[in-house]
């Protein structure tokens, strides 16, 4: 029921969107952001998945096997898990700043309210 | 307390964005994956090429058992190494955005020292006004030194106070938390070593230096910062993620000459299941082991150590603030 995973990961997603549209403090604005990335390593690992395959691990094939016969085999999509790592590096980078500068606008407007700070308005 | 309540905005927008979404891609996915056998891709569904190319040259090209850490560090190490200096403009944005003044280790003095190029400026510009200002700025730092420069902030930065600010005193936890702690320790740190030596993990250094991040948070938890202070300071862990940088590039580049392309696998390649197996790999993993662990650790202690960065207001400031926003919000 794989299903369940691409669901789950569109409803975090969704979940995120909502939050970042209509929420004005921007500490959950931030974790917004950080729900649709997360959702998207959800996504990333269930379509790497195939019916029955094993993981993407050339170590002690099973007996009268050899690691060519498992890497010819039934095995889940290594890139899509290096892209799941990739997004997981980037998601921390992009929280720490997003945060830092959330610190500093609190500290300069004295308010987390997006509404409230207005000296970018044009 | 009501005016900081906080209320949610454009909500119907939110909720008919968000449901749109939710339909639209949920039945593209629902559509590619064929709705039956539980949604998931079935066994014959062909790996994508690059894919099973790794699952193929692992071994030959790299002798690793690791096909995901093949990829990360070999077969789209261009792409890990874009990936590491995104993390490093990213630190250095969090240490530039959360870097407070600076205490002062000994005497700079820019002021003296651009003295010459402010007297040229302000001849430039010309203007009476400019000579009025700068007699004005005289004026008001010779009536500081009247008050025995009483004001938190010094007239020209050449007369900031030298010497650096005292430690913070340590937190230390309940002895529970701290014997655990101290059992833990070694063992977490033994396994944070062992993902990257190994190569086990899928991802090598990235995990690890996680898992580094997480000894040295769980160590700053147990002791407080006095304790940990000899590692986790901005001026050594800077250079150790620097250190890592300058390896990634070095690794990259020396591949140019000896196999001819940016990146090439050039470091020889030991027996599979050894320390030094996957080459090349081994040593990006390793290298970004230093840049993640000690970029991890000081963004999130460049965010612990966060200062108010602003003077403080007094009581009438704040009930002014306050009425202008009544006043705009009616």
Not at chain 2, 256 to 277: D, I, K, M, N
Not at chain 2, 305 to 330: I, L, N, P, T, Y
Request: aromatic residues 6%; hydrophobic residues 45%; glycine residues 10%.
């Amino acid at each position: 029921m794989i299903v369940v995973n691409y669901l789950a990961a569109l409803l975090v997603f969704c979940l995120g969107l909502y939050v970042v549209i209509t929420q004005r403090n921007i500490v959950k604005m931030v974790m917004g952001l950080s729900l649709m990335e997360t959702s998207t390593y959800v996504l990333a690992l269930s379509l790497a998945y195939r019916a029955g395959s094993t993981a993407p691990i050339l170590l002690h094939p099973p007996a009268g096997k050899s690691e060519q016969d498992i890497a010819h085999g039934n095995v889940a999509d290594p890139v899509l898990q290096n892209i799941c790592l990739t997004a997981i590096v980037i998601g921390v980078a992009v929280t720490a700043v997003l945060l830092a500068t959330a610190v500093r606008l609190a500290q300069h407007y004295r308010s987390v309210d997006a509404d409230r700070i207005r000296q970018l308005r044009g | 307390m009501s005016r900081i309540a906080e209320r949610t905005h454009r909500r119907a927008v939110g909720v008919v964005l968000a449901v749109c979404f939710l339909g639209v891609v949920g039945w593209t996915l629902l559509s590619v994956s064929g709705w039956g056998g539980g949604g998931q891709l079935s066994a014959e569904t062909p790996l994508p090429a690059i894919a099973r190319r790794a699952m193929l040259q692992a071994l030959p090209a790299f002798l690793t058992t690791e096909p995901v850490s093949a990829v990360v560090y070999g077969f789209r190490g261009f792409d890990t190494f874009g990936e590491t200096f995104l993390l490093f403009a990213a630190i250095v944005s969090v240490v530039v955005l959360t870097r407070a003044k600076e205490t002062r280790h000994g005497f700079i003095g820019e002021e003296r020292a651009g003295h010459e190029e402010q007297q040229e400026e302000e001849q430039d510009q010309g203007g009476e006004q400019k000579e009025q200002t700068s007699g004005e700025r005289d004026a008001q730092s010779a009536e500081r030194e009247e008050e025995g420069r009483d004001t938190s902030s010094p007239p020209t930065p050449d007369d900031e106070p030298v010497g650096t600010q005292e430690p913070d005193r340590a937190q230390a936890m309940t002895v529970i938390t701290r014997t655990s702690i101290r059992a833990m320790l070694p063992l977490l740190l033994v396994a944070g070593f062992y993902l990257v030596a190994e190569n086990y993990s899928p991802g090598g250094g990235f995990p690890a230096g996680a898992v580094m991040l997480g000894v040295i948070l769980m160590a700053y938890t147990a002791f407080g910062y006095a304790r940990i202070s000899g590692v986790v300071n901005p001026d050594v862990l800077e250079i150790v993620e620097q250190v890592g940088a300058v390896a990634i590039v070095a690794l990259f580049a020396i591949g140019l000459p000896l196999t001819g392309s940016f990146g090439g696998s050039w470091v020889p390649l030991a027996p599979q299941e050894t320390l030094r197996s996957g080459g090349m790999l081994q040593v990006f993993s390793i290298s970004e082991f230093v840049e993640v662990g000690s970029g991890l650790t000081i963004a999130v202690f460049a965010l612990l150590g966060m200062r108010h960065d602003w003077v403080e207001s007094d009581e009438s400031d704040d009930e002014e603030d306050g009425a202008g926003e009544e006043d705009a919000r009616s």
